[in-house]
């Protein structure tokens, strides 16, 4: 077993951090909170990233923004001992991580990028998919701990590869439920059955995760949050800031920035994803329901 440590302890470096423990590792947290650092069982807690990278040889870490990534990564390698890795689950900017990982290697240390996707869910049940970029040595070296907190790992390639693919996979899930909602805001103005409609879509051959999955549940709002509307338009911005940057046409991101800071405007901002058909109907003045029926 190894010495692992975990900084950012939200929904999901939380139930990473747990499943850490529960695998037999030596585990080490720190949080900007330390009550969620004292919530993990069978974890030692310290006061900073500094210290975590003290006595860990591979650290995750969960972060809301680059700029959070890239000042615990400083204070982390203050105290990292040559060779450590750091792991980072976050969703960021592929230029930012290859940034990071030009400075960690010139201090010696190495950066494995692992963004995911599944959610707090998947976190907790090992159902997550790592999406990871880094040299094959060192993510060699933390497959044997990163495989079994989820379902999938997929190395795509140096340092940068692993976060545009999660940009992608986040450009198609946010696309393919506004476009959902859309659609069933306009079949329901047309005085169409929303069960109806969902039933058409999904036989005619257009239908996408929402409509096949989550559609289930749009009666159902006010859920915990697990995936912030708020966290969903900096991750958006974050895909619109990188399509510029290749040159790749950014429309449809442009589209989420736009759909998604209307959701923080209007006050969305910490509510669950699950939520934003409460957007939807605000801006077509149409109430989205299934009322029990089969979808």
Known sequence: MARVGVVGLGNIGGAIAANLVADGHEVTVADADPARAAAVEGAVTVGSAAEVGAE???????????????????EWATNAHPGSILVDLSTTLPAASQALAEQLEATGHHLVEAPLTGGA?????????????????AVAQVR????????????????GTGTTMKLVNS????????????????????????????????TGGAS?????????????????????????????????????????????AGAMVEVLGDAVARGLGERDWSDLVELAEARSGVRLTLGGGPA
């Not at 869910?121 to 040595?137: C, H, I, K, N, Y």
């Not at 044997?144 to 340092?159: C, E, N, Q, S, Y």
């Not at 708020?230 to 619109?240: E, F, Q, T, V």
Request: proline letters at 5%; charged letters at 15%.
């Open 56 to 74: 860990s040889a591979v650290t995750f870490t969960s972060l809301p923004t680059p700029e959070v990534v890239a000042a615990v990564a400083g």
């Open 121 to 137: 869910v998947g976190a907790q049940g090992r159902t997550l998919v790592f999406m990871v970029g880094g040299s094959d040595e």
């Open 144 to 159: 044997p701990i990163l495989d079994p907190l989820g379902r999938a790992t997929f190395h795509l390639g140096p340092v």
């Open 171 to 202: 450009l198609l899930a946010f696309a393919c439920t506004w476009a959902s909602l859309e659609g069933l805001a306009l079949a329901t103005a047309a005085g169409i059955d929303l069960n109806a409609a969902v039933e058409v879509v999904r």
């Open 208 to 252: 996408n995760f929402f409509i096949d999955r989550a559609v289930q549940g749009i009666d159902t709002r006010g859920r915990p949050t697990q995936f912030a509307l708020a966290l969903a338009a900096k991750d958006a911005g974050l895909i619109s800031e990188t399509a510029a940057a290749t040159g790749v046409s950014g429309a449809v």
